[in-house]
């Protein structure tokens, strides 16, 4: 009788099935890319304006701070404006409504405008409309840092998922090494718009147009050009004459 260790001769013992691993910390990894709104395209890139929104995204996140300015530049009224661009951002939640599309960012754009909307009308402050979006960033930021600090750098969960490496990069130091420095990519973005628009929000309503308008500027397009550069610093080295690595399977 031979052991378990040692089969008989012409016989094989049947290969444990592989439990998946979406449960884990892989599936969790796939799970934040996704709700963290990333698409990458068949070829498995990442696809920068989808993840963006596309261009219907851009455009809820702009119009409605677009609305608010041209309305307060023409009427000086606060509270009409304020109403003009909560009316802006409701309009797309009506058309993803009649396209049949997800509402989640739609949503998240009329609750982000309601509160702002609400602040600037409570302290009857106009450049107020934009606050919250300075504590958000500031939120990503710390967050963003925290990541890098405990060597889970939030880049490498977003494009390890995109990449196929689940959580495989944790084990190469190079690998950690790049996807900090991807953050940081992102990190600098944030801080970025921080360092342009704060001086213009505390000058008052005299800053207010300056501010809108960089607000918009360092939207949408900053993000796209920050997330592609993070992409292109974090991608893996290639050795001449290697295959690139075989998809896993559980990311398709």
């Known amino acids: 009788m031979t052991s378990p260790e040692n089969p008989e001769?012409?016989?094989?013992?049947p290969e444990p099935k592989s439990v998946p691993d979406a449960p884990g910390l892989a599936g969790l990894a796939e799970g934040y890319a996704s709700k963290a709104g990333l698409h990458r395209t068949d070829d498995g890139r990442i696809d920068v304006l989808k993840s963006a929104g596309g261009y219907q995204g851009i455009a809820e996140s702009i119009l409605p701070g677009l609305v608010f300015l041209i309305s307060f530049t023409l009427t000086a009224a606060l509270t009409p404006s304020l109403i003009a661009a909560l009316a802006a951002a409701t309009v797309f939640t009506v058309v993803r409504l009649v396209q049949r599309r997800p509402l989640t960012q739609a949503l998240a754009g009329v609750v982000g405008v309601g509160i702002s909307a609400w602040l600037a009308?409570?302290?009857?402050?106009a450049e107020d409309f934009y606050?919250?979006?300075?504590?958000?960033n500031a939120?990503?930021?710390l967050a963003m840092v925290i990541s890098i600090a405990v060597r889970w750098p939030i880049a490498g969960l977003l494009f390890g998922f995109i990449r196929n490496e689940g959580l495989d990069w944790r084990q190469s130091p190079?690998?950690?090494?790049?996807?900090?420095?991807g953050t940081w990519i992102i990190v600098g973005?944030?801080?970025?718009?921080?360092?342009?628009?704060?001086?213009?929000?505390?000058?008052?309503?005299d800053g207010l147009a300056a501010l809108a308008t960089t607000r918009l500027i360092m939207g949408a397009p900053l993000y796209i050009l920050g997330v592609w550069l993070a992409w292109l610093i974090t991608r893996p080295a290639t050795v001449p004459g290697t295959q690139p690595s075989k998809p896993s399977s559980s990311t398709d």
């Open 139 to 141: 939120a990503y930021i």
């Open 9 to 13: 001769p012409g016989t094989e013992r």
């Open 174 to 181: 190079a690998r950690v090494r790049a996807y900090r420095l």
């Open 121 to 125: 009308n409570s302290t009857g402050k």
């Open 189 to 205: 973005v944030l801080a970025l718009r921080l360092l342009v628009q704060v001086p213009l929000y505390l000058m008052g309503q």
């Open 131 to 136: 606050l919250p979006g300075f504590l958000t």
